[in-house]
């Protein structure tokens, strides 16, 4: 079965700090990844999606960015963090040419 | 722009009742549309995907609808329970070469013992 992981659960940074957040699948190839943020009072939203390795599209311009350095691995990074960039960042996958999406436990992250 | 809205926002009912959660859409032109659990600080577990070209779709003690032309889902949730307690999410994709879900903000259930 498949089974996708976040890490770190949460996450208390400093303003201007960088940020890495890693999430895999297993049991599945070649997924779509996604990277979705919820943040207080507000819906989900879609910031990076990726059909493959390397292939990143961004649907939001933000301070942050995403890498898919291998298949089943997606990061969302950021050089320097802002307050406004605190959430719960999600991280989901569906199979290709499918578009039932799971979601991971996601990561909470809180900027001071 | 397709806008999703999730009505109401709260919703508290005693254990054993029978319950509807809406959700409605502004654009019908939608690939299909997901329903999600979230418990408080958790991710999001689907529950059922209904396909355009679907009317409804069942698991266990749930029900979902979809009526594409009027732009509305129901979630239909019978014999509740405590354990239903729970934000209820939907969400649509919408018919175009993105990949995106676009979410309502979420119906959140609390079932009294």
């Known amino acids: 079965s498949q089974t996708i992981h976040q890490w770190p659960a949460t996450l208390v940074q400093p303003v201007g700090s960088p940020l890495s957040l890693e999430c895999t699948v297993e049991?599945?190839?070649?997924?779509?990844l996604y990277w979705y943020r919820q943040a207080a009072g507000r819906g989900l939203q879609l910031l990076f999606y990726?059909?493959?390795?390397?292939?990143i599209s961004s649907e939001v311009p933000q301070n942050l960015s995403a890498s898919r350095p291998q298949d089943r691995q997606f990061i969302l990074s950021s050089k320097k963090l802002l307050l406004s960039d605190s959430g719960f960042y999600l991280c989901?996958?569906?199979?290709?040419?499918?578009?039932?999406?799971?979601f991971g436990p996601g990561t909470r992250l809180t900027v001071l | 722009k397709q806008e999703v809205t999730q009505i109401p926002a709260a919703l508290s009912v005693p254990e054993g009742e029978n319950l509807v959660l809406n959700c409605s859409f502004t654009?019908?032109?939608?690939?299909?549309l997901q329903w999600f659990r979230q418990d408080p600080g958790k991710g999001l577990t689907s529950l059922l995907l209904?396909?355009?070209?679907?009317r409804e779709q069942t698991s266990g003690r749930l029900n979902a609808s979809l009526d594409k032309s009027s732009g509305r889902s129901t979630l239909y949730i019978a014999a509740s329970q405590p354990g239903d307690s729970a934000t209820y999410l939907c969400a649509v994709r919408q018919m175009d070469s993105s990949y995106k879900l676009i979410f309502g903000s979420g119906t959140r259930l609390l079932v009294r013992p």
């Open positions: 654009d019908s032109a939608i690939y299909n």
């Open positions: 049991g599945t190839s070649n997924p779509n």
């Open positions: 990726s059909v493959g390795i390397g292939q």
């Open positions: 209904i396909q355009s070209s679907q």
């Open positions: 989901a996958w569906s199979v290709e040419g499918q578009t039932e999406q799971f």
